[in-house]
């Protein structure tokens, strides 16, 4: 500080002192200043330092994020990768599976395709069967038909033959009859015990014949005219009538109906 001068008036010492405060005043904030001024360029130092370490860190980060972004498409890719495969390996396992069954299923199909097939020619064959059993059948049916036919014009036939037998029968007994009662009611003949047999009657009527040849030859030697007689063979006799007795005509009736019906 400047000394103060003797003899000054009081109040230019006043406006001296007041004036060296200033001073000492404005040194004090040019210095407060200067350093204010270092204190502001040391920090505006380092807020480009911390600007250059942000924009720094800040393009570290944004390496990092692409660093990031890329490692993440790419594990995202792989995973991509890894799931198609896995999705692949899976379609394929499927495929495979898939290919097993469908050759199963056309063995199967083939095999249910040659039974199908033999089922059908066994049908084929069956309903052939049925058509020529049918065939057979109908063909039976007009057999039968045919048969029973016969069968009925047979049993009329044979009921016919029955009364026409019943009636010849009757005119035989009656005829012979009158053939016995007309050969042993001659003279000198001798009726029979018990019934005659065919044998007999023959006999008895050849007989009688002869008797009636010799007679109609005595009368030619005699000289009488007679008329001629008619020759006379008589059917031979079988060889059963000659051994038995001539049978009832019950026994006849019952022989000529069992010859028939048989």
């Avoid at 004036?19 to 407060?32: E, P, S, V, Y």
């Avoid at 396992?93 to 020619?121: G, H, M, P, W, Y």
């Avoid at 009611?185 to 044998?199: C, F, I, L, R, V």
């Amino acid at each position: 500080m400047e000394t103060e001068l003797p003899g000054l008036p009081e109040g230019e010492r006043e406006l001296r002192e007041q004036l060296q405060k200033a001073k000492d005043n404005h040194n004090i904030a040019t210095g407060a200043i200067a350093s204010l001024h270092r204190q502001l360029e040391i920090q505006e130092s380092q807020l480009r330092a911390m600007k250059s370490e942000k924009e720094t860190l800040q393009k570290r980060l944004r390496e990092r994020d692409s660093q990031l972004q890329a490692m993440s498409t790419k594990f995202f890719s792989l995973k991509q990768e890894r799931q198609h495969e896995e999705i692949m390996v899976a379609i394929e396992k499927e495929n495979f599976n898939l290919r097993q069954v469908a050759t199963e299923q056309s063995s199967k199909l083939a095999e249910q395709s040659k039974l199908i097939d033999e089922l059908q020619k066994t049908v084929s064959e069956l309903q052939a069967e049925v058509l020529s059993g049918r065939h057979h059948i109908h063909q039976l049916q007009r057999a039968q038909a045919a048969t029973q036919s016969q069968v009925e014009m047979l049993q009329h036939r044979e009921l016919k033959t029955r009364v026409a037998l019943e009636c010849i029968i009757s005119r035989f007994e009656k005829y012979r009859s009158k053939v016995i009662q007309a050969t042993f009611s001659t003279a000198g003949s001798k009726p029979p015990q018990a019934e005659a047999t065919d044998e007999e009657l023959l006999q008895a009527m050849q007989k009688i014949i002869n008797e009636r040849t010799e007679f109609h030859q005595v009368l030619k030697q005699k000289g009488i005219k007679v008329p001629p007689l008619h020759s006379i063979n008589p059917p031979p006799s079988s060889p059963t009538s000659t051994k038995g007795r001539r049978k009832s005509p019950t026994s006849r009736k019952s022989s000529l109906k069992s010859s028939l019906s048989g």
